[in-house]
C-alpha cells in the first residue's frame, strides 16, 4: 500500500483532499472543531487546497458510508480522532472494514505503550491495547506524543491518513509525518513558505490598501498575500513556493523587507512570535522588571506574559480592580497609578490601564474610554482612546492596547499613533 499513487499525479492544484472529523461532540457543537480549521490552514500553507470538509458521529454505518464516499471523490482523505481505547472510538474497524481487511495487533506499539505507562509509574489498561489493533498492511504513522498511533490505508481511490483527536498529537503528526506524504503524494516538489506579519491597529481593508502594488505581490502572484483577522489583531501572510532555500529566499526577501516598511509601527509580532513574547523580550534584553495595574481586564494583562519563560526574572506585580482611581480613565490618571506603582514595587517600568465603561447593556454605541500609562526611569507617558463594541470587544482591545502601547514605549516608537479601532 505504501506506494500508492492519486490518479490525477501533478502539482497541488489537482491534489484534491478531504478532511474527515469524527466524533459525536464535534456533530453536535458541544466540542469547537479547531482540529479541522489547523489541519486545513496547514495544507493551504503548503499549497495543498481542501476541496471538502466532512464530520461524522459515532456511528459505524456513517462512518464507512463517509469512508467509502471520500474514498471515490478524493485523491487524499486525513481522518481525524476515533483512535481512543473506547467503545466508541470506531476508526480502525471502520477503516479495516472499507478495506475488507481484518484487524491485526501490532506488537510494536502495543510494546511502545506499555513501556509509557512504565516510565510514568503506571501499569497500562487493558482497553488501551484497542489502540494497537490496525487494519491488515496499513502503514504505520508514528505519534511520538501520545497513546493513539496513526496509520494510512487505500480505500477506493483515495489515501486515507488517520490521525488522534488530542490537538496537540495531531499537529505534530500532521506537521512531521502527513504532510510530507502528501507532498510525495502529489509530485509536489521543491520548498514552500509561509512568512507572518502580525499587527494590532489596522483592519483587513487598510492593511491591503497599504499593501497594493508590491511588485510579486498578489492574490495569484509570484508570492501569495492572504489576511486572517482575529480581533484585535490582523494577520498578513506571504505565501511562496521556490525550487530550493535559496530560490524561496530570493522571492521572498523584497516583499518581507517592503511588507515591513508599509505596515510599519503596527507590526507587533512576526511568525511565531506573540506580541507579549516581543514585550518580554525586551525587558529582559535590558534587564528591566515590571509591574501591571488594570481594572476591568481582570488580570488578562498579566496572565499574557507571566506564563512565559524567563518571566520569573520580569514580573514583579500585578494589581486586579474594578475601582478607578480619582480623574477617572484619564491619560493623566493612567500616569499617576503607573508611577505610584513603579514606586511601591520597585520595579523598572509599570504599566497601567484604566478603562471606564458606558453605563447600560450592551447596545450597537456602548464602549468604553481606555487609559494607558507607562513609568520608567525618565518620567511617564500616557495615551487615552476610546473603543466600542460591547463588554468583550472592550476588554480584549484594552488588553492589546496596553501590551502594543508598552511596546512601542520599549522600542522608542511613539505610543499615541491613532489606531482604525478608536472613535471619536
Avoid at 116 to 130: D, F, H, Q, T
Avoid at 346 to 359: F, I, P, R
Avoid at 362 to 377: E, K, L, N, Q, S
Amino acid at each position: 500500500m505504501t506506494d500508492w499513487q492519486p490518479q490525477q499525479k501533478g502539482t497541488a492544484r489537482t491534489m484534491r483532499v478531504e478532511i474527515l472529523c469524527t466524533g459525536d461532540e464535534i456533530l453536535t457543537g458541544k466540542t469547537v472543531n479547531t482540529n479541522y480549521s489547523h489541519i486545513a490552514r496547514r495544507l493551504g500553507e503548503v499549497g495543498l487546497d481542501v476541496i471538502w470538509g466532512t464530520t461524522v458521529g459515532d456511528d459505524r454505518a456513517s462512518l464507512l458510508a463517509a469512508f467509502r464516499l471520500a474514498g471515490e471523490r478524493a485523491d487524499a482523505v486525513i481522518v481525524n480522532g476515533g483512535l481512543g481505547p473506547t467503545v466508541d472510538d470506531l476508526s480502525q474497524e471502520v477503516a479495516a472494514e472499507a478495506c475488507g481487511v481484518p484487524l491485526v495487533l501490532s506488537e510494536y506499539w502495543l510494546q511502545r505503550m506499555t513501556e509509557s505507562y512504565a516510565r510514568r509509574g503506571r501499569v497500562m489498561p487493558a482497553n488501551n491495547r484497542k489502540q494497537a489493533m490496525l487494519p491488515e498492511g496499513a502503514e504505520f504513522i508514528d505519534n511520538p506524543i501520545g497513546t493513539a498511533c496513526g496509520f494510512a490505508v487505500t480505500i477506493g481511490k483515495a489515501r486515507f491518513f488517520f490521525t488522534p483527536g488530542v490537538p496537540r498529537e495531531m499537529r505534530r503528526m500532521v506537521d512531521e509525518q502527513v504532510i510530507p506524504r502528501l507532498l510525495k503524494l502529489g509530485g509536489i516538489t521543491g520548498v514552500t513558505r509561509l512568512k507572518r506579519f502580525h499587527s494590532f491597529g489596522i483592519g483587513e481593508s487598510r492593511a491591503d490598501e497599504m499593501l497594493a502594488g508590491i511588485p510579486g505581490l498578489a492574490i495569484d502572484g509570484e508570492v501569495k498575500l492572504g489576511f486572517q483577522a482575529h480581533y484585535p489583531q490582523l494577520e498578513t501572510k506571504l505565501a511562496a513556493r521556490g525550487a530550493d532555500a535559496a530560490d524561496l529566499a530570493a522571492r521572498l526577501a523584497p516583499v518581507e523587507a517592503e511588507v515591513r516598511r508599509r505596515l510599519g509601527n503596527f507590526i507587533v509580532a512576526e511568525d511565531d512570535q506573540t506580541l507579549e513574547g516581543v514585550v518580554l523580550g525586551k525587558l529582559l534584553a535590558g534587564a528591566h522588571t515590571l509591574a501591571i495595574a488594570e481594572t476591568f481586564t481582570g488580570g488578562t494583562i498579566a496572565a499574557r506574559l507571566a506564563p512565559l519563560v524567563g518571566a520569573e526574572a520580569v514580573f514583579k506585580r500585578g494589581v486586579v480592580t474594578r475601582s478607578l482611581p480619582e480623574g477617572g480613565a484619564s491619560g493623566e490618571a493612567a500616569a499617576g497609578v503607573a508611577a505610584s506603582l513603579r514606586q511601591d514595587t520597585g520595579a523598572s517600568h509599570a504599566l497601567a490601564v484604566l478603562v471606564q465603561l458606558d453605563e447600560g447593556a450592551d447596545r450597537p454605541d456602548f464602549g468604553a474610554t481606555i487609559a494607558v500609562g507607562i513609568a520608567d526611569a525618565h518620567g511617564t507617558v500616557s495615551r487615552q482612546a476610546r473603543l466600542v463594541g460591547g463588554r468583550d470587544w472592550v476588554r480584549v482591545g484594552a488588553v492589546e492596547l496596553g501590551l502594543d502601547c508598552l511596546r512601542r514605549h520599549l522600542f522608542d516608537l511613539p505610543v499615541d499613533e491613532r489606531i482604525d479601532f478608536e472613535r471619536r
